[in-house]
């Protein structure tokens, strides 16, 4: 009886302290991820911490107008890197789908698959599990329906993901879910600005974040562990 009780209180003492870990989730990612100062104005990262328990910290280096090729050149993932991360959630696509000629712009085909490439193959290498999130619709409408533009960087992503053998959040379908199911003028209080079709308020950031949250429960990631 004596020996069940130790074995018990052990049991829960081991519990309490995996419970207590501590694990840094860092974000990279463009404007629709990044943090923000003034009001009226949010990306996902700015609020999905409050989706997670205590223990995690969320580090957000996503910076507005970044994509693949300009987030390493920059040296932000370099930085990303040396946070020490045990989860990375990585989003990019819009700024690479730019016209020709930009600095940021890539090719869906061929560019972005190469740095989606490097941004596993250098995650792993550091000890992280990186987790691609698609980008999410532009809440641009066309005779009722969303507009495509960003679907062969969606696609790519997914390739990728499936290529590298890593977790998935397609965004870009969810998000479209979201947008077509309250149409246009109804689904105007997610974006930052009446004309703006791109950034989100602070509610439009509450969603997406929650619609991330959602794809990480179905991803396959242990991540969940860390989710309220």
Known sequence: MKRFIIAALLAVTVSVIHAEEKVVIALAGDSTVASYKEPGIAGWGQVIGKLFKDN???KNFAVGGRSTKTFIAEKR???LLESKPQYILLQFGHNDSHGKGKPESTDASTEYKEFLRKYVDDAKNAGAQIIFVSPMHRRTFKNGKLTMELLPYVNAMK????????PFIDLYNSSGTLF????DEKSGHLSCKPKDRTHFSPEGAD???EL???GLKSCGSDITKYLK
């Not at 390739?159 to 890593?166: N, Q, S």
């Not at 077509?180 to 149409?183: C, F, T």
């Open 56 to 58: 995690a910290e969320i």
């Open 77 to 79: 993932w370099e930085k």
């Open 159 to 166: 390739e990728i993901a499936k290529e590298k053998d890593i």
């Open 180 to 183: 077509e199911s309250l149409g």
């Open 207 to 209: 969603k997406m974040a």
């Open 212 to 214: 991330v949250v959602e």
